[in-house]
């Protein structure tokens, strides 16, 4: 295994990819560089997570595999894990995410596969990240993924994701407003994903940070799986 191997899957879904077009996904991380605290996001989603020694983590809706790379630079000692799932995009995002696995000398697994219908067993995993995956997915979607998030999950492990959020001022109400029309954004921007997370089965569900982006509020969340 050459600084990662990769795991391609057939199935296909009603997925938006980044930045809407095919076409655009090589000025992905550029603009998320410059219009999104990318790295703010990333680090405040590590540290809420208590990461320990041999932990699995699985980063869904990896893209071109930051959030996935800086766990495993922080973290060497546990076993990375980035899914995602366009066929079309994959071949872009593969070359972009193994370039960044061989600069960072980082062995990490990639697969392609679909939030929705996470392909790893049951109670498999400690930590779930997903970083601006769910505002990609219709409201259906988005509530399958959550479940299959708990699914994975082992009893105690937790979900954490970055995504819009329900404004939290007055400038980010204006943003949020114009921004509710694009992609699946209008329930995150309700408040409405800790709502899913609950019905999901997590408990508890808390919203740990909120970031002002020029695209309006992007909130992170920690959603654990009870221990039964």
Known sequence: ML??????MKKRSGYIPALHYHCLTR?????????????????????????Q????????????????LLMKRMHPDIAVHGLDIDAEILRIVLRIAQRKAVQAGQSILWRQGTATCLPYPDQSVD?????????????QDKQHMLREALRVLKPGGALHVADFGKPHDCSMRSISWL????????????????????????????TIARHRTVAGTIA?????????
């Not at 600084?3 to 391609?8: E, H, L």
Request: proline letters at 6%; charged letters at 15%; aromatic letters at 12%.
């Open 127 to 139: 930590h779930v990240f997903a970083s601006l995956l769910l505002h990609h997915l219709a409201r």
């Open 27 to 51: 000025w992905y991380d550029p603009m998320m560089r410059r219009f999104f605290p990318e790295s703010g996001i990333h680090a405040g989603l590590i540290a809420q997570a208590p990461i």
């Open 179 to 206: 921004m509710r029309w694009f992609e699946e954004i209008h329930d995150n921007v309700l408040g409405l994903l800790p709502v899913f997370m609950t019905d999901a089965g997590f408990h508890p569900v808390e």
């Open 53 to 68: 020694s041999g932990q699995t983590v699985l980063d869904a809706g990896c893209g071109t595999g930051t959030l996935a």
């Open 220 to 228: 992170s969340y920690r959603a654990v799986k009870p221990i039964r």
């Open 3 to 8: 600084n990662g191997k990769f795991i391609t």
